[in-house]
């Protein structure tokens, strides 16, 4: 089936999905709007595919087959991830508690200026 600009649903979320595993960064959200466009013209580039930019069968099949480069995130995938952005609890309570103060110092001073806004 041809998808193209202005079409959505699930064969565009397999679309996108597909033209992710290239690392075109999608969100999938089945609705080929211009990122998907764009997307596409680089995709047909990648796997040899020339057209416009619209996904038709031959496009579609090609990204299908293209392995998936990353596998699922598991538990401990998870926690690798997470020590590699905080070194330890104590520094992961310490940015929490920093950010919680931020939010709430945001949304004191906002309180502060609303009735000079409307005034």
Do not use: W
Not at 21 to 38: H, V
Request: hydrophobic share 35%; aromatic share 4%; glycine share 12%.
């Amino acid at each position: 089936m041809l998808l193209k600009q202005g079409d959505s649903g699930e064969g565009v979320r397999s679309l996108q999905r597909g033209l992710n595993k290239l690392g075109c960064i999608l969100l999938i959200d089945g609705s080929f709007g211009p990122g998907t466009r764009d997307a596409v013209i680089d995709g047909r580039v990648a796997v040899r595919k020339p057209g416009p930019p619209e996904a038709d069968d031959a496009l579609q099949q090609a990204l299908a087959a293209l392995p998936d480069p990353f596998p699922p995130l598991t538990p401990a995938g998870v926690t690798f991830i997470a020590r590699a952005e905080v070194s330890g609890p104590r520094e992961y309570r310490e940015i929490q508690e920093s950010g919680l103060a931020e939010h709430r110092e945001r949304h004191h001073d906002r309180n502060r200026l609303r009735p000079a806004l409307r005034g």
